[in-house]
């Protein structure tokens, strides 16, 4: 196949293919994948356990990377992706694990940070450390909290098979190599970073999800071969990974993930180049004509791709807005009003959303009624299909982030 004038100035951009003088990052941004808010239960820390432990699996980008940083909070999205934070004072230490190596994250010199509420925790650059291309790699943490009956926030998400997450009244595991011993432990939680930060030593781009519960994995594996389309896309991208991180959650609105309402996630877009958002299905009004509903759904996307437009990302460029369509279900194909809104709310995106995506996604075009075991769900395969068929290919000319389709 021949590749386009526009592919082959993203794939140099990219640094996928060499030409031209290099572009040299200078400032922080996402580096690895399986990163995000979290989206799960509480899990009390329980009788005499004294720490929490784990070791998450990520893969880096398709450049090496330097200056690494972690970044955590306690912000969680609750029941229909509303936003809040936890007030319980987690006392949290990390490390990374390269290639059977570890090394302890610090914060402003210290071994461990006290988080809780809205605040951020990102650690020092953690020493020398560089992250290698595409290569998997662990995160590892410790929490504590001040007393056995508190609880901690975690993730419904599960990443790659070997991650961990358990309660233990024994001693700390976080500076060793390999799987942790979770022998006579408490089960769970899991956790990922909020972020996983560096600079790469070549433009490279990065996407925060911003999904319902079909982007959140619904009826796809929760596991890292899995996670729904939109991860699976970005796990393999001509063979390399697109670093991301997700703000997801079942039920999840555009109304929940306004900008009004939902502020503290929208201090991690900085670190991204590109902002995915899959959200339509769950807020299709439930009353009014297709004009009034189509404003409505118009209205809640674009406060998000307004909001993303106005951020400066990692290259000094404004975000990337990629518009996806509003999947069928089958309750909306037997209303007339619904379907009408749907189709014009898909048509919109296509035309670029009154020029406010920098691109489109059929991917309504792999979705068949009736849908999934649910109505409402897509089944694994079409996940796969989605994915492989529509999101990688769109995408692909993203992955230099100076490009932009109608120039800027």
């Known amino acids: 196949m021949a590749l386009s004038p526009n592919l082959i100035a993203a794939l140099v951009g990219a640094g996928v293919i060499s030409g031209g003088a290099p572009f040299v990052p200078t400032q922080p941004q996402l580096v690895a994948n399986f990163t995000g808010i979290k989206n799960g239960t509480f899990v009390q820390m329980g009788t005499g356990n004294v720490r929490a432990l784990g070791r998450s699996q990520h893969r880096s980008g398709r450049v090496r990377a330097k200056n690494l ?99 233990t009244t024994g001693a700390s595991q976080l500076l060793g190599a390999g799987s942790m011993n979770s022998s006579g432990t408490s089960a769970g939680p899991q956790f990922w970073p909020d972020g996983i930060f560096g600079i790469p030593v070549s433009p490279m781009s990065a996407v925060a999800i911003i999904a319902d519960s079909i982007g959140n994995y619904r009826e796809d594996d929760n596991n890292g071969a899995g996670g729904g389309a939109w991860a699976r896309a970005l796990n393999d991208v001509l063979g390399s990974a697109v670093p991301w991180m997700k703000q997801s959650q079942n039920g999840h609105t555009f109304g929940n993930a306004s900008f009004a309402n939902a502020p503290l996630q929208k201090t991690q877009w900085k670190y991204v180049t590109d902002i995915f958002i899959e959200l339509s299905t769950n807020s299709m009004p439930s009353s009014g004509t297709v004009a009034e509903r189509l404003a409505s759904l118009q209205a809640g996307w674009l406060d998000l791709a307004n909001g993303a437009r106005a951020i400066i990302g990692p290259y000094g460029k404004r975000l990337r807005v990629h518009f996806f369509d509003m999947l069928k279900r089958d309750s909306y194909e037997l209303d007339a009003t619904q379907r009408d809104t749907r189709l014009a709310y898909n048509a919109w995106g296509a035309a670029f959303a009154d020029g406010k995506a920098d691109a489109y996604y059929n991917t309504d075009s792999v979705v068949t009624i009736p849908v999934g075991s649910d109505g409402i769900h897509i089944a694994k395969a079409v996940h796969i299909q989605m994915a492989a068929d529509v999101i990688v290919p769109g995408y692909i000319p993203f992955l230099n982030p100076f490009y932009f389709p109608r120039g800027e």
């Open 69 to 167: 940083r972690f970044l955590d909070t306690l912000v969680y999205l609750g029941t229909n992706g509303v936003e809040s934070s936890s007030a319980t004072i987690n006392t949290l230490k990390r490390a990374i694990e390269i290639g059977g190596v570890t090394t302890q994250a610090l914060y402003a010199g210290l071994s461990s940070v006290d988080i809780s509420g809205s605040a951020q925790a990102l650690s020092d650059i953690i020493g020398t450390v560089e992250l290698p291309p595409d290569t998997d790699f662990f995160a590892r943490w410790e929490k504590t909290l001040a007393l056995d009956t508190q609880s901690l926030i975690a993730h419904a998400l599960v990443g790659p098979g070997t991650g961990q997450g358990f309660r």
